[in-house]
């Protein structure tokens, strides 16, 4: 969470010094909710045996509202198709939802 969080913010500030100037909270999309509850919850950390410095980066990210954190499912992780090995149907069913292809007949 802290590298895209990182990514995020760079590039944000690329944009602005390229005349793009937006003030608008910037989403990032997890999988993991105990990350999420963590990252948002400033009282969770207290149930957690090592608090890294990435997530108190994160989390005052979070709160000063330049990132905001989603979940989303793991079945409809769009990332997925580049990282990980996917049974064929959950394969064609994302690289359809990106455009690439067009879906498969249900025949």
Known sequence: MASTACE????????????????QSMFSFYDNQAA???????????????????????RAQVQSKVIQTQYTRSYDQFADIFTKALPT?????????????NPLDPA
């Open 8 to 23: 995020l913010i760079w590039l944000k500030g690329l944009l602005f010094d390229l005349g793009f100037c937006q003030n």
């Open 36 to 58: 999420l509850h963590i990252a948002s919850n400033p009282v969770f950390h207290e149930r957690t045996k090592h608090i890294e410095v990435d997530c108190h980066y994160i």
């Open 89 to 101: 149907a959950q394969f064609q069913r994302l690289l359809s939802k990106l455009r690439s292809i």
